[in-house]
């Protein structure tokens, strides 16, 4: 089984910080990476898929990159909509998910 | 543009066999290279991803459920479904539907359903 690992569990930030989620897949999955926004009470939504190719409609702030066993999401600069649980998913071999990021108002 | 919706008993006694039905809208369930997944997210946790199930029957489940899980596609309904039998409240999750693909990772959601084991 693929294990993700996905650092920090809990992020505080502000409106227009950077921010950066990580996630590591504990053996290569190539670029078969995609990352998802859930809010309370709603289903995830799919940002970025193939570890950097941004979903339609995504906001262009949203950017992924990595491949083999690290990848990063990036927020360029959060906004208050952003306020959210982060997710990464590999699907190279079956499917599994990170724990999660939770990004806080400081 | 394709929607998903979850359906099935929101009470499920411990023991017995945890049933779900997702019917899709939108698009046919036979057309294109899709697998039809469902995930779990237990209150306060992460998402769990449960199993999937290819047009042609064949299906992929987490290792950890394997034992207890039957998953059905019902192409002739547009649906596809769910089986965990000898639950526990450990089993007690919202349990999503949703469509994926080998490139686009899960593009479609369903709006999930509660279901809670207890007696």
């Known amino acids: 089984d693929i294990q993700m690992t996905q650092s920090p569990s809990t992020l505080s930030a502000s409106v227009g910080d950077r921010v950066t989620i990580t996630c590591r897949a504990s053996q290569s999955i190539r670029s078969w990476l995609a990352w998802y926004q859930q809010k309370p009470g709603k289903a995830p939504k799919l940002l970025i898929y193939?570890?950097?190719s941004l979903e339609s409609g995504v906001p262009s702030r949203f950017s992924g990159s990595g491949s083999g066993t690290e990848f990063t999401l990036t927020i360029s600069s959060l906004q208050p909509d952003d306020f959210a649980t982060y997710y990464c998913?590999?699907?190279?071999?079956?499917?599994?998910f990170g724990q999660g990021t939770k990004v806080e108002i400081k | 543009q394709v929607q998903l919706q979850e359906s099935g008993p929101g009470l499920v006694k411990p023991s017995q066999t945890l049933s779900l039905t997702c019917s899709v809208s939108g698009d046919s369930i036979s057309s294109g290279s899709y697998y039809w997944s469902w995930i779990r997210q237990p209150a306060g946790k992460g998402l769990e991803w449960v199993g999937h199930i290819y047009i042609t029957g064949s299906a992929n489940y987490n290792p950890s459920l394997k034992s207890r899980l039957t998953m059905s596609i019902d192409t002739s309904n547009n649906q596809f479904s769910l089986k965990l039998s000898s639950v526990t409240a450990a089993d007690t999750a919202v349990y999503y539907c949703a469509r994926d693909d080998d490139y686009f990772g899960s593009g479609h959601w369903g709006q999930g359903t509660l279901v809670t084991v207890s007696s």
């Open positions: 998913q590999q699907y190279h071999s079956d499917r599994t």
């Open positions: 193939k570890a950097s």
